[in-house]
């Protein structure tokens, strides 16, 4: 089975400007091949983990992949996929979210002798000449075209910048130099990213002369057609101190039945043959196994093997012995912040993140789906003694600890 053959079958692959061109190069292991990370936050978080994984597989069979910064775009915020204006980062924000990445995607892909490239956009972007740019560059460009994408013409609705429509002349730019300066021959993406990609090969075609590829990423969604990698207290990041490895195990641990194949595919390494068998023996207790293996591959890959252990072995104590484990989620609660001991069963909900909201968790717990100390509560009323321990339970999954500080 070659690369792209295995790709195929994951349900990687959503858009080739020429797959047969891509699947030979990548395939020989000849292909030089970059994807972009914008620094907008100073962790990755897991809407990142797919393309680092599909740097990895790549690296893996030989190819060589650049790993593109953009500390420049990133002054100007990407439009694809968003229903508002992105918020205005500062230089030293950026830079700072950039060496955050850098240590982070070290994880996954090997950047020794010379087997792959981290670059920032930012060493040419923030040099450029705007005349020479609109000369260069922006002659290459169809308005009435660029207009055409759906990238645009979700924003054309609440009003698109005349800063945002740049950034497709900018990333296309990236590859453009990319190609120039390291032989950079393909661009990888997500799905959202297509019309910015084609935007590359089209500038490296009429300024060189030359066939460059692009080929996007199928969108992690789950079975509502939701991006992945939310929960009520935000991103599910890469980094431990914003995301626990607890956290982050529970998340894959509690993924829907239906989407539990789906990500064995796309995120792990597993052998393919090994997870399509699996799949044809889904019922009952094996989408637990399934969401249990899950967890362990992408903790291990995240935060090592080790904490993989930790986590798998932490969460099994949870689920039998009530939740008494050192390793769950833990909110102190300070003294001076109860009246007569206690304080109410809403706010604190809130505050250990279990609910985004008052009103949320009160719905939570009209519904029944909260208990404390092993007791259901259904009562919005309720007021929770904390004068040592207490373990707060939402649904049948989440648990979360509360001790007095």
Not at 153 to 165: A, D, N, P, V
Request: net charge negative; hydrophobic share 40%; glycine share 10%.
């Amino acid at each position: 089975m070659t690369l792209y053959e295995e790709l195929t079958r994951r349900g990687l692959i959503a858009q080739t400007t020429d797959e047969q061109g891509i699947a030979d190069l990548i395939n020989q292991g000849k292909a030089t091949f970059y994807i972009g990370f914008d620094p907008t936050a100073d962790s990755l978080h897991v809407g990142h983990f797919m393309a680092l994984c599909l740097m990895k597989r790549l690296q893996m069979a030989g190819n060589k992949p650049i790993a593109l910064v953009g500390g420049g775009t990133g002054m100007i915020g990407d439009p694809s996929g968003k229903s508002d204006m992105r918020k205005m980062l500062t230089k030293e924000d950026i830079d700072h979210n950039c060496e955050c990445f850098k240590k982070q995607m070290s994880r996954f892909i090997d950047f020794s002798e010379g087997k792959a490239l981290m670059v920032n956009n930012a060493d040419w972007l923030l040099g450029l000449n705007y005349i020479e740019v609109l000369r260069e560059v922006g002659a290459c460009f169809s308005v009435n075209k660029m207009l055409t994408f759906e990238c645009y013409k979700q924003r054309m609705e609440r009003g698109l910048t005349f800063l945002e429509f740049n950034y497709m002349i900018m990333q296309s730019y990236d590859f453009y130099r990319l190609y120039q300066d390291y032989g950079c021959n393909m661009q990888f993406g997500g799905d959202d990213q297509w019309a910015n990609m084609l935007g590359g090969t089209e500038l490296i075609r009429k300024k060189l002369g030359k066939d460059a590829y692009a080929m996007t990423i199928t969108l992690l969604l789950n079975s509502e057609g939701k991006k992945m990698g939310k929960t009520e207290k935000g991103a599910v990041w890469l980094d431990a101190e914003k995301t626990s490895p607890y956290e982050f195990f529970q998340y894959w641990r509690n993924v829907a039945d239906a989407d539990v194949i789906k990500c064995l595919k796309m995120l792990t390494f597993l052998p393919i043959e090994e997870i399509e068998a699996m799949e044809q023996n889904m019922e009952g207790a094996a989408y637990n196994q399934a969401k249990e293996l899950l967890a362990f591959e992408l903790t291990k890959l995240v935060h090592g093997e080790e904490e993989a252990v930790k986590q798998r072995d932490a969460a099994r104590a949870i689920f039998a012995g009530g939740g008494n484990s050192a390793d769950m989620p833990t909110t102190t609660v300070a003294a001076s912040e109860l009246t007569d001991g206690c304080m109410g069963l809403l706010p604190l909900l809130v505050k250990t993140g279990l609910a985004p909201s008052i009103g949320e968790a009160r719905r939570l717990v009209q519904q029944g789906g909260i208990t404390v100390n092993d007791a259901k509560i259904t009562d919005v009323k309720t007021q929770v003694a904390i004068d040592g321990e207490v373990i707060l339970k939402k649904g049948k999954k989440t648990f979360h600890k509360v001790t007095l500080g």
